[in-house]
Each structure stands twice: as C-alpha cells, then as structure tokens.
C-alpha cells in the first residue's frame, strides 16, 4: 500500500462553526513510527471512505496542572490517529499534541505543565492505513476546562502557653483544615502524636499537651492538612519547635527556638 507524509497544507481553521474558516487552528507535520501519518488531502487509491464519529466524550479531566483528554469513536470502522489541539480561551494560538495512533476505538492524552486559567480544546482523528484519509474534529465545537489556581495551605500565628506539665499551642489555617500535634523530649527517639481534630475549619487552632515532665526539654511540630489532600508543616515537615517546661517553682522554661 502507498504511503504518504503528512501535507503541509494548512488545516481548517477552529471557530465556533467548524465549516467557517478562522484564524488560529494549528498545522503542522506529524509522524508515526507504526505507519505513515494522516494526510489532511483524501487518499484517492485507498477505496472505502471512513469517517471517525464521536460516540462517547469526549471528557476533559484536570488534576493539578495535567488534564486528560479522553473519547471512544464509532466501532465500525477502523481504528486510526489523533492529536489534541489546546489553548487558553481566547488565546491566538493553538498548541498540538503530537500525532499517535488509537487503542482500539478509545483514546486519551494527557497533556501536563499547565498553568492556571480555562482552556478550550479539540481532538483531531484520522481513519488508518486502508481507507481514505478523512479528518473529524470533535467535538464540532471546542470544549473547554479549567485548571484552578495552585493553592498554598498556610499555619500563622503559633503562639505557647507554657505550664510546668502542660503546653497550649496556637495557631491559625488559612483554609479549612485538621490538624494534629506530634511532640517528643528531645532525649526521646520515637514522636507521639495527639489525636486529630474531628472537624476541618479555619482560622484559630488551639491543642494542649498535659502529663509533660516538669523543667523538660520538647520538641514540637504541627501538621495540617485539608479535605483536597494538601498539607502544611509548622516549621516544617522536618523541622520543629523547642519549648521547656517550667520548673517546679515555675521558672526556667518557655519557648527556645525553632530546629530546621
């Protein structure tokens, strides 16, 4: 069978009408290690006329600065390629992702190293070896997602309230979260941990230790987290503080420092 490289003849632009022409649609060559890549001019010597329908899709799912294109064409004809064109709304220019042929009749592609902000998209396919070269755009009209802001949870404000056997530590979130207290003496090996509160919210936080020895040495680290799995350690995930005990004439503790 013949094969052919891509054209090099521009494709039809993207609007919200795909038989109108506009700026912006992307071109470009493409190539596959498997076969020759989709031509956007009909193979005339090919014989059967195929053109890619979507059935199901396609879904656009983002997590964290990666979305996930994913769709099933029609089961009737045969399996070929495809490539993602992507940008954000109202962006002059289109990025496209390389050309790779179809598992089956279902495809995704992932496309990472996005930033924040709503992006429209559209999948180009092409019929396989065999069958004229046809090419469908689905949806007809872009569909479009939205990668969120990164978010940055952050623990303020950690303040102390000192006692010869207790400690009362303090802080704010500035989202809803749980919070635990691990602490040790600092001649200890292993951490102990203080139960997790039983409700996110934001704001002040406030946990107190009780049983301590008096005049002792503790170190102290505060872990937070929220319902979208993001976390925060207070100095920091290794880190911790360095708060003594009073005495038992209640001099000689208070705060010491911060160990990174």
Request: aromatic share 10%.
């Given at each position: 069978?013949?094969?052919?490289?891509?054209?090099?003849?521009?494709?039809?632009?993207?609007?919200?009408?795909?038989?109108?022409?506009?700026?912006?649609?992307?071109?470009?060559?493409?190539?596959?290690?498997?076969?020759?890549?989709?031509?956007?001019?009909p193979r005339?010597?090919?014989?059967?006329?195929?053109?890619?329908?979507?059935?199901?899709?396609?879904?656009?799912?983002?997590?964290?600065?990666?979305?996930?294109?994913?769709?099933?064409?029609?089961?009737?004809?045969?399996?070929?390629?495809?490539?993602?064109?992507?940008?954000?709304?109202?962006?002059?220019?289109?990025?496209?992702t390389a050309?790779?042929?179809?598992?089956?009749?279902?495809?995704?592609?992932?496309?990472?190293?996005?930033?924040?902000?709503?992006?429209?998209?559209?999948?180009?396919?092409?019929t396989g070896?065999?069958?004229?070269?046809?090419?469908?755009?689905?949806?007809?009209?872009?569909?479009?997602?939205?990668?969120?802001?990164?978010?940055?949870?952050?623990?303020?404000?950690?303040?102390?309230?000192?006692?010869?056997?207790?400690?009362?530590?303090?802080?704010?979130?500035?989202?809803?979260?749980?919070?635990?207290?691990?602490?040790?003496?600092?001649?200890?090996?292993?951490?102990?941990?203080?139960?997790?509160?039983?409700?996110?919210?934001?704001?002040?936080?406030?946990?107190?230790?009780?049983?301590?020895?008096?005049?002792?040495?503790?170190?102290?680290?505060?872990?937070?987290?929220?319902?979208?799995?993001?976390?925060?350690?207070?100095?920091?995930?290794?880190?911790?503080?360095?708060?003594?005990?009073?005495?038992?004439?209640?001099?000689?503790?208070?705060?010491?420092?911060?160990?990174?």
């Open positions: 069978m013949e094969t052919t490289s891509p054209s090099s003849r521009p494709l039809v632009e993207l609007s919200a009408s795909p038989a109108t022409a506009a700026s912006g649609r992307p071109s470009g060559d493409a190539k596959s290690e498997t076969a020759t890549a989709p031509s956007s001019r005339e010597d090919a014989g059967v006329l195929y053109m890619p329908i979507l059935l199901t899709g396609p879904t656009a799912t983002p997590v964290g600065g990666t979305v996930t294109v994913a769709w099933t064409l029609n089961t009737s004809g045969p399996a070929g390629y495809h490539r993602v064109h992507y940008r954000l709304v109202g962006a002059g220019t289109w990025t496209t050309w790779s042929g179809a598992s089956g009749y279902s495809a995704s592609v992932a496309i990472s190293g996005l930033a924040s902000g709503n992006y429209e998209y559209q999948i180009e396919s092409a070896p065999g069958y004229i070269w046809t090419m469908g755009w689905l949806p007809a009209t872009p569909g479009t997602y939205t990668i969120a802001p990164s978010f940055v949870l952050e623990i303020t404000g950690v303040n102390w309230t000192i006692g010869k056997t207790t400690l009362g530590v303090l802080y704010n979130t500035n989202a809803a979260t749980k919070c635990r207290i691990s602490y040790k003496k600092a001649t200890d090996f292993l951490w102990q941990q203080l139960s997790v509160e039983t409700s996110y919210h934001a704001g002040g936080h406030s946990h107190t230790l009780s049983g301590l020895t008096v005049g002792t040495v503790y170190w102290i680290r505060i872990h937070v987290y929220d319902a979208a799995g993001n976390h925060d350690w207070s100095p920091s995930e290794t880190g911790y503080f360095i708060v003594k005990t009073h005495s038992s004439s209640g001099t000689g503790g208070g705060y010491i420092g911060i160990a990174t």
